[in-house]
């Protein structure tokens, strides 16, 4: 049987790297999105990459707004990239703080960021190989949950993502990545 090394994929953080972070946003009408964005992802789907959302979402815990809006605000975030042909495959969100308001989401959960436990469930559930994806994020907390899962990050901090994704492939693929 061929030995099969998995798939490769982009994981993306959401608030600051595919919509502007405009301080917890989860109302539709704080989407903005962020320039370039919906290209970025149609050109990595057409590189062969899987495209993961991994996202701390710590306004749950703090009473900011509910699970049911987070999902409301990942589904209308979709909408807008498939527009362009660039939808996300998966979208994993973690609500829990260890100082949250709310008891039930009180903890300090492996899936909040730093840690890495979106990206090791995400690996699991498709099938990724860690050695040929990378993560895109704006803080540090992202680049510290794709080290501890084995992945590269890359930090975005401009403002179109589309010709950072560009750059950064051409620069990977340079490197024979
Ligand atoms: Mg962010």
Do not use: W
Request: hydrophobic share 40%.
């Amino acid at each position: 049987m061929p030995f099969s090394r998995g798939k490769p994929a982009v994981f993306l953080d959401r608030d600051g790297v595919l919509n502007v972070d405009t301080h917890y946003p989860h109302r539709p009408e704080d989407l903005i999105m962020m320039g370039g964005a919906a290209e970025a992802l149609a050109f990595l789907k057409s590189c062969g990459y899987l495209l993961i959302v991994v996202s701390n979402q710590s306004g749950v815990a703090r009473g900011l707004f509910s699970e049911g809006q987070v999902r409301d605000f990942n589904a209308l975030l979709q909408a807008r990239l498939a527009e362009k042909g660039g939808a996300v495959d998966g979208f994993y969100y973690c609500p829990y703080h260890p100082q949250a308001v709310i008891e039930r989401y009180r903890c300090d959960h492996p899936d909040r960021k730093p840690r890495p436990g979106m990206i090791l469930k995400a690996i699991e559930a498709y099938g990724i190989d860690p050695a040929c994806s990378f993560l895109i994020g704006d803080r540090e907390t992202d680049m510290e949950a794709a080290q501890a899962a084995s992945i590269e990050g890359y930090m975005f901090h401009s403002d179109n993502l589309d010709l950072f994704v560009r750059q950064l492939v051409k620069k990977r693929h340079e490197k024979g990545a």
